[in-house]
């Protein structure tokens, strides 16, 4: 699976738009792009995925550019209970040859500010 | 619904002796997965069940480590003569069974802190 690369923290404020970046050069045409949090003290939760097309639900938007070497994550109207450590992670469909799990980078830390 | 569950939430135990964690996954998901997150380290993928087969045991860092499911249900992770590098947390994830490029997301319990002394 290909290797993604986040930056390791960020800063939002409260009420504002929170963009995390993702690059995943390497991607393959049947990969997808993953998104988990992490909030202090509990298991990854999932937050969207997508292969080629922009995504939309109702915790997060994700674009991923043309070429898909590179995605974001969108959370539109950051809160405090946003304050996590989030994971973007490429992966393939699962099949013979894959078991689905997924390859945890280190992730980038959001502090979400009052 | 329920989600998954995992017990015990924490675990201390001292050095050399056997422990059991276990994992509840949500009714009806027949893949289960393991994983560990180590004090200051990523989350590592340890094992993967389908059904009560295992056919990915690569994560599992050595054979002290091993792992059983019962009834396409139930999953115990088991490591035996703990060491204190052992010493972490234990998440287990479920998901539906993922069919041909299907990608099926996991849901995640909340994990059980291990403590080896």
């Known amino acids: 699976d290909a290797k993604t690369t986040q930056p390791t923290s960020m800063d939002c404020a409260e009420g504002r738009a929170a963009n995390l970046p993702c690059n995943h050069s390497?991607?393959?045409?049947?990969?997808?792009v993953y998104w988990y949090r992490q909030i202090h003290s509990q298991g990854p939760q999932y937050i969207i995925h997508?292969?080629?097309n922009n995504e939309t639900n109702e915790m997060a938007s994700l674009i991923i550019t043309e070429d898909r070497k590179s995605s974001t994550l969108i959370l539109p109207h950051a809160t405090l209970r946003d304050t996590a450590v989030y994971y973007c992670i490429v992966r393939r469909p699962h099949g013979s040859s894959n078991t689905g799990k997924l390859i945890f980078g280190q992730g980038t830390t959001l502090q979400v500010k009052p | 619904g329920a989600g998954v569950s995992q017990s015990p939430s924490n675990k201390v135990t001292e050095k050399g002796k056997d422990v059991e964690l276990r994992c509840d996954p949500i009714s009806g998901h027949t893949a289960l997965y393991w994983y560990r997150q180590s004090l200051g380290q990523g989350l590592e993928f340890l094992i993967y069940?389908?059904?009560?087969?295992?056919?990915?045991k690569s994560g599992l860092p050595s054979d002290r480590f091993s792992a059983e499911r019962t009834g396409g249900s139930v999953s115990t992770l088991t490591i035996q003569r703990t060491q204190q590098e052992d010493s972490a947390v234990y998440l287990c994830?479920?998901?539906?069974?993922?069919?041909?490029?299907?990608?099926?997301?996991?849901?995640f319990g909340p994990g059980t802190r291990l403590t080896v002394l």
């Open positions: 994830a479920s998901s539906l069974f993922p069919g041909q490029g299907d990608p099926r997301e996991q849901f």
């Open positions: 069940f389908q059904g009560n087969s295992a056919p990915d």
């Open positions: 997508g292969l080629k």
């Open positions: 390497t991607i393959s045409g049947n990969e997808y």
